[in-house]
């Protein structure tokens, strides 16, 4: 069956980079789009990045410059560098893959999903 594995959270303090990967299993990854949502604690999932299968990549307005997704499909994994981590960039952060190549902003495109991986930014 089809896994998504991340990997790579943890505390940092504000102003510091972390880089997260996801490692899928399970699936033809080269035909699959990528993407990162979160979820702060009370609020709900939130769109960070997507990545297509052809390498077009999109961002939040609130990652934009400062986070980087991309993806090796050789090694069956994608990775978000995140620059200039910030207090509200805390949540859980979740990879998800869909082999579909539409409205890939909407968490509900995507068909499968990981189990999440901690980021926390002290001020």
């Known amino acids: 069956q089809v896994q998504l594995v991340e990997s790579g959270g943890r505390l940092v303090q504000a102003g510091g980079s972390l880089r997260l990967s996801c490692a899928a299993s399970?699936?033809?990854?080269?035909?699959?789009?990528m993407g990162w949502f979160r979820q702060a604690p009370g609020k709900e999932r939130q769109f960070v990045t997507f990545i297509s299968s052809n390498g077009i990549t999109y961002y939040a307005d609130s990652v934009k410059g400062r986070f980087t997704i991309s993806r090796l499909n050789a090694k069956n994994t994608m990775y978000l560098e995140m620059n200039s981590l910030k207090p509200e960039d805390t949540a859980v952060y979740y990879c998800?893959?869909?082999?579909?190549?539409?409205?890939?902003?909407?968490?509900?495109?995507?068909?499968?999903w990981g189990q999440g991986t901690q980021v926390t930014v002290s001020s």
């Open positions: 399970g699936l033809t990854f080269g035909t699959h789009a």
């Open positions: 998800a893959a869909t082999p579909k190549a539409t409205r890939l902003v909407v968490d509900l495109t995507y068909d499968y």
